[in-house]
């Protein structure tokens, strides 16, 4: 049995994995990697993307920014979460502020260290993520649509910097990049109206907040119906193997997803349907598997 003490600390511990998002932090590294193995650069041996020590170091940085971020956000947003988020919240005060702030420099010095092991270009990118993801958090998601628009920047940005290191150019990239910043900006939308009462009490400036929960509907349900577009094109006109399956499934759930949002009108409702797009979200995630489920075998040598 554990003691007091070995209890507390190992609150404290489940309090700042919370606070990080760990979970998110590690569903993210495992996109990072199916991506550069299944879609940039399916023509490297496997043996040679899993050991790249440059897309390990990518990684690595990109987790450190990224739970670093969680941390900031969680310091500007701590009074406004105890309204939304009551229970939450209160595991996250288990982790004082000092401390928070004190592992928030920490992880940003280590990653640009990280990323000082790969390129200067390495180093000035995530140096301007850590001001990005800070200056958002600081004076930008209280602006209506514009914080939605950087936060979904934000969110696509690991994915960028693994672009950019394969050199990869193709359409489909493009496409795939569109079809995940969409759904990314719809579900940003849909926190805001589920976070309506933390906001308000906090004069947080977003679209519900400034023009009602009709107006951000309607413009959620355009950025649905722009989500199909991509979902449409991958399906019909490029080769992404048994994964169309995936995206034929997706525009059956965001055709439910509209039909929900305009009944919707309860922060429990809110709460549902940012869990629908969460799940298409980590869904596509390991759908990435179905371009090519040989793909692993093959290319092991």
């Excluded at 919370?18 to 998110?24: A, D, E, F, K, Q």
């Excluded at 993307?49 to 170091?57: A, I, P, Q, R, S």
């Excluded at 449409?232 to 048994?242: P, R």
């Amino acid at each position: 049995m554990l003691n007091r003490k070995n209890k507390l600390l190992l609150f404290k511990l489940l309090s700042l994995f919370s606070v990080v998002r760990g979970y998110n932090i590690l569903v993210i590294t495992l996109a990072q990697y199916l991506a550069s193995i299944y879609i940039l650069s399916p023509d490297i041996p496997l043996r040679e993307v899993v050991f790249d020590l440059n897309l390990f170091l990518i990684v690595t940085a990109s987790a450190l920014v990224i739970a670093s971020g969680y941390i900031i956000n969680n310091f500007y947003d701590a009074e406004k979460d105890l309204i939304n988020k009551p229970t939450k919240s209160m595991l996250d005060r288990l982790v004082s502020q000092r401390f928070k702030l004190t592992t928030y420099f920490i992880l940003n010095f280590l990653a640009v260290f990280v990323a000082s092991y790969i390129s200067f270009k390495a180093v000035l990118f995530f140096s301007a993520y850590i001001f990005g993801i800070w200056f958002y958090s600081h004076k930008l998601k209280r602006i209506p649509f514009v914080g939605n628009l950087v936060s979904s920047t934000l969110a696509i940005a690991p994915f960028f910097v693994v672009f950019v290191y394969y050199q990869n150019f193709k359409t489909v990239i493009f496409v795939h990049a569109l079809f995940l910043f969409l759904l990314i900006l719809a579900r940003e939308m849909i926190k805001d109206l589920e976070n309506m009462a933390g906001d308000m009490a906090q004069n947080y400036r977003t679209i519900p907040i400034m023009y009602g929960p009709k107006v951000s509907k309607s413009l959620i349900t355009f950025l649905i119906v722009l989500t199909l577009v991509p979902a449409l094109l991958l399906i019909k006109t490029f080769d992404v193997g048994h994964m169309y399956l995936y995206f034929m499934a997706c525009i059956g759930l965001l055709v439910l997803f509209l039909v929900l949002l305009w009944i919707s009108g309860s922060k429990i409702h809110y709460v549902w349907l940012h869990n629908i797009l969460k799940f298409i979200i980590v869904a596509g995630v390991f759908s990435i598997l179905l371009i090519d489920l040989d793909l692993v075998l093959n290319r092991i040598l």
